[in-house]
């Protein structure tokens, strides 16, 4: 729903009402094939955007200080930032038992076959779940071990900018990289129509009768459990 909202207002500032933000299917992916001049930007090894791109001047919103990166008093110190960058799979340190790159087709599949949305304790060491699966903290094909996956192996892969949560959303990739997300869901919900939102020991913030940050009129969680057609919108080959 964020693409959509953002959509329309770029529609209302330029005049261009066939104006629509292009989604990464990143599932089956080697590389970011979006990641070009005319798309969402070119970038060298652990450099910004190169400059055959109009991402090429944009900058993040916070401070370069990593302490703010496990701090949850301040999340986002205002400052001067940084040009994004991306390392794209290029020079990542991270373990290949628990990282095997961007996510498989035999990843997305197995995702929706799960059954179960979500699993106590409803949140990141959450297992055999749809949620913690296309979330990325388990490994789709088998739900009851630990792996960077799906949405978090993208995160990942792409690194930089989109690796420091505080800053993340400055991306512009960031968006694409979650409608695809949102589509993923949405094939699974049609899948699995008799499943529920869970209720019990939910974390506060994501009960179904708590209101989602950022949406004018008020949304709940539960409101945007089901399908995508009665929001006003769908997916090619979803519906």
């Given at each position: 729903m964020w693409s959509?909202?953002?959509?329309?207002?770029?529609?209302?500032?330029?005049g261009d009402d066939s104006f629509s933000i292009p989604f990464w299917s990143w599932e089956g992916k080697t590389?970011?094939?979006?990641?070009?001049?005319?798309?969402?930007?070119?970038?060298?090894?652990?450099?910004?955007i190169m400059q055959g791109s109009i991402f090429s001047?944009?900058?993040?919103?916070?401070?370069?200080?990593?302490?703010?990166?496990?701090?949850?008093?301040v999340l986002c110190a205002p400052g001067n930032?940084?040009?994004?960058?991306?390392?794209?799979?290029?020079g990542l340190e991270v373990r290949p038992t628990i990282f095997n790159g961007l996510p498989t087709i035999w990843d997305r599949n197995a995702c929706l076959r799960l059954h179960v949305y979500d699993s106590p304790p409803y949140n990141a060491t959450s297992t055999g779940c749809f949620r913690n699966a296309l979330e990325g903290f388990?490994?789709?094909?088998?739900?009851?071990?630990r792996r960077i996956s799906m949405h978090n192996a993208v995160h990942v892969f792409c690194s930089g900018t989109l690796l420091r949560s505080f800053d993340a959303a400055n991306d512009p990739l960031f968006l694409s990289i979650h409608v695809d997300a949102d589509k993923i869901f949405d094939q699974w919900w049609r899948l699995h129509t008799s499943s529920?939102?869970?209720t019990g020991n939910v974390p506060i913030g994501h009960r179904a009768d708590d209101?989602?940050?950022g949406f004018i009129p008020t949304v709940k969680s539960s409101d945007l459990f089901g399908a995508t057609q009665p929001l006003g919108y769908s997916y090619e080959g979803n519906e």
């Open positions: 959509i909202h953002l959509e329309q207002e770029i529609r209302n500032i330029t590389d970011c094939d979006v990641c070009t001049d005319d798309l969402f930007g070119r970038t060298r090894h652990g450099s910004s001047s944009w900058r993040t919103h916070c401070t370069n200080d990593d302490e703010y990166v496990e701090s949850m008093e930032g940084r040009s994004i960058y991306r390392l794209n799979g290029v388990i490994n789709p094909q088998n739900p009851y071990q529920s939102y869970p209101n989602l940050a």
